[in-house]
């Protein structure tokens, strides 16, 4: 997902993601609709690692829950990739790429600081505008109507939390609940 960071990284992913596939009946190795997989997967572990570092650096209520919700959602559309995954036989990579590590470990640098809480919003809005291209890219041309359809599962997830992070400020979430 820091950062569906589902942009992971961004230009890669998008270089990924551009390339033409003929159609498959799932997402075949080496194709971007498997690199789209993979690629999400990694943004996934990135946002879940960035959110739990948000519950315990944040310094704002707001962040801490919305650390909170990233973790809960990355985890939850991360459980349907690692179906898709599995159903195709595609290896998923264990860990975040080193761009979305280093985004984390510029953010964790702040912590205990005054300057944590904006830091870690800026980065997440930059994380989730990429992930929201890439997002958008494979709805748009994705090959595999499974992975299309679970990048059009994790749109609106990812659209929350963009909203959720703008402008460096955060903006509290509607509950789950209603």
Known sequence: MA??????????AAAVLGLAVP???????????????QAAH????????????????????CVKDAGAKLVRDHTELDAELT????????QLPDAPTSEQKAALDKV??????????????????KAHTATLAAIDKQIAEGKDADTVDAAK??????????????GGTCHAMPSDDG
């Open 23 to 37: 159609a498959a009946a799932a997402p075949s190795p080496g194709s971007p609709d498997a690199a789209f997989v």
């Open 83 to 90: 179906d898709l995954a599995q159903e195709a036989r595609l």
């Open 42 to 61: 990694q943004a996934n572990l990135a946002e879940i690692a960035a959110g739990q570092d948000a519950q315990r650096n944040g310094g704002d209520t």
């Open 3 to 12: 950062g569906i960071r589902w942009a992971a990284p961004a230009a890669a």
């Open 108 to 125: 964790k640098a702040q912590a205990g600081t005054s300057g944590y809480d904006k830091a870690w919003l800026t980065a997440q809005e």
């Open 153 to 166: 599962d994790a749109r609106p997830v990812v659209a929350a939390h963009l909203e959720m992070v703008r």
